[in-house]
Structure formats: C-alpha cells, structure tokens
C-alpha cells in the first residue's frame, strides 16, 4: 500500500503562484513515476506532470509547460508542484498519483485531491 496526502491548493488571483505538495508513505520503493492530475467541473481528469524517481525525467501537459515544475524531495518522499504564472483555466481539483513497477498488484495510487481556484 501507499499512502498520498496532498496540501498546498487554494485560491490565487490570475498570474499568481502556489505549490502543491503531496506526501508518501508506505510502499514507497516500488513506486516507478509520481504525478499529478486535474480535474475540471464537467470535464475528465487530465494529466499535468510526471516525474520518475528511477531517472528523475519528467514530462508535462503542453497547457503547462513553461509554467509548471514538478520535482522531489528524496529525503521527506515528498513530490511538490510549483505553478506559476496561473491562469483561470487552471482550475480544478489536482490529485497526486503513483505509478507502481509492473511487479506490485496495484498500478496506481491516487492521493484525496486538493482544489486550485484561479480568479480574474
């Protein structure tokens, strides 16, 4: 099993900045890539960012790159999302997910989510 608690969501005008962040405990050596999901009212969840702990290569959403930065803190297993110049369609709720290796009987676990509200 592995546990994810995410923190750091909140309200934030257009242009403005907050970062995610989401905690790891358990099984957390099997975990091949963490990232984070949004999910917008009405529509699917879709992906942000990824960041594999094995060789620390990451990948975002073209909606955020440039602005988005996903990276680790190896010490406190803990997965951060610094996002910057923000903007009204950012908004929704931003989960945090773990991708397992191949090998454990669970592909993913997914953290309670956390809302970001950008406002005009």
């Known amino acids: 099993q592995v546990q994810l608690v995410e923190s750091g969501g909140g309200m934030v005008q257009a242009g403005g900045s907050l970062r995610l962040s989401c905690a790891t405990s358990g099984r957390t050596f099997s975990i091949w890539t963490m990232g984070w999901f949004r999910q917008a009212p009405g529509k699917e969840r879709e992906f942000v960012a990824a960041y594999s702990w094995t060789d620390r290569v990451t990948n975002y959403a073209d909606s955020v790159k440039g602005r988005f930065t996903i990276s680790r803190d190896k010490a406190r297993y803990t997965t951060f999302l610094q996002m910057n110049s923000l903007r009204i369609e950012d908004t929704a709720v931003y989960y945090c997910?773990?991708?397992?290796?191949?090998?454990?009987?669970?592909?993913?676990?997914w953290g309670q989510g956390t809302q970001v509200s950008v406002s005009s």
């Open positions: 997910n773990a991708h397992m290796y191949p090998d454990w009987p669970v592909s993913d676990y």
